[in-house]
Nanobody, 120 residues
Framework: QVQLVESGGGLVQAGDSLRLSCAAS????????MGWFRQAPGKEREFVAA????????YYADSLKGRFTISRDNAKNTVYLQMNSLKPEDTAIYYC?????????????WGQGTQVTVSS
């Protein structure tokens, strides 16, 4: 069974930091490039970051480089998203994904999402 379970969302103030976690089932974690997406109210879901299983190569949305950091713990089948200097426009539902990366990230599986709300 494929499972992606996000946690760590919540309500924070502008300038705060937050770390999201996504625990994945073993079957997909070991063969997937793991990623994060987000969807703000009234907007399309957008790519945030991804990290490969072998080598830990990372990919980021240009607008988020320097504030967000993706990492993974292969022993725990978990991927993280460290978000610093949060802004109100970072408010969104954040989704974990398992997929692959060629020229772009292609998600195959999704988590249920975790809400991040940044107040001004």
């Amino acid at each position: 069974q494929v499972q992606l379970v996000e946690s760590g969302g919540g309500l924070v103030q502008a300038g705060d930091s937050l770390r999201l976690s996504c625990a994945a089932s073993v079957r997909i974690f070991g063969s997937s490039t793991m990623g994060w997406f987000r969807q703000a109210p009234g907007k399309e879901r957008e790519f945030v970051a991804a990290i490969s299983f072998i080598g830990g190569n990372t990919y980021y949305a240009d607008s988020l480089k320097g504030r967000f950091t993706i990492s993974r713990d292969n022993a725990k089948n978990t991927v993280y998203l460290q978000m610093n200097s949060l802004k109100p426009e970072d408010t969104a539902i954040y989704y974990c994904a398992a997929g692959t990366y060629y020229s772009d990230y292609v998600p195959y599986y999704w988590g249920q999402g975790t809400q991040v709300t940044v107040s001004s």
